[in-house]
């Protein structure tokens, strides 16, 4: 019964973090430089998977991809301000994905632009290891005393 009520309490919990994550057109991607402090930028990702992997594009020759190279340990971050609407954080791995079927599964209209031959255009494939949830809607609410906000660990394969 316990292990019941483990998986109802996951699956209500993803299901709060899609419903942040999916009012949001943009999110915060967070990285480390060399010298070990953040860097942080916006994206525009992708719907989460089922296994709430995130997946965002990004130049070859961009910083996060060199920093992602350096140490692919990342964080997103939505959040909708102006409705306080709650956040999402999601802590995981980044991989670097530069093959042409995953990028033509998600090919979006302004890659012509932006990428014109996709010479540089690269796939960051972020796999959650840990979500952190804040939806006050659905009652996923911080520590009265710590604030510290619900966090759930992701069941992750051994192979991505």
């Known amino acids: 019964m316990a ?4 998986e109802t309490q996951s699956s209500s919990m993803i299901a709060a973090a899609r419903e942040i ?11 480390q430089d060399a010298q070990g402090r953040p860097q942080i930028r916006t994206m525009n990702p992708f719907p989460p998977e089922d296994d709430m992997t995130v997946w965002m594009a990004t130049n070859s020759r961009s910083r996060k991809a060199q920093e992602i190279r350096s140490n692919p340990q990342v964080c997103l971050y939505y959040a909708n301000h102006k409705e306080a609407t709650g956040t999402v954080v999601i802590h995981g ?16 209209a302004y890659w012509d632009q932006s990428f014109p031959d996709w010479k540089y255009l690269l796939l960051i494939k972020v796999v959650a290891r840990e ?10 609410l911080n520590d009265p005393v710590t604030w510290r906000i619900p966090v759930m660990e992701m069941k992750v394969p051994s192979k991505n």
């Open 93 to 108: 791995e980044a991989f670097l994905v530069d093959e042409m079927e995953e990028k033509l599964k998600r090919k979006r």
């Open 3 to 6: 292990q019941q009520t483990l």
């Open 131 to 140: 979500v952190e949830v804040l939806n006050y809607r659905c009652s996923f």
């Open 21 to 31: 994550m999916a009012g949001q057109t943009y999110c915060a991607l967070i990285t």
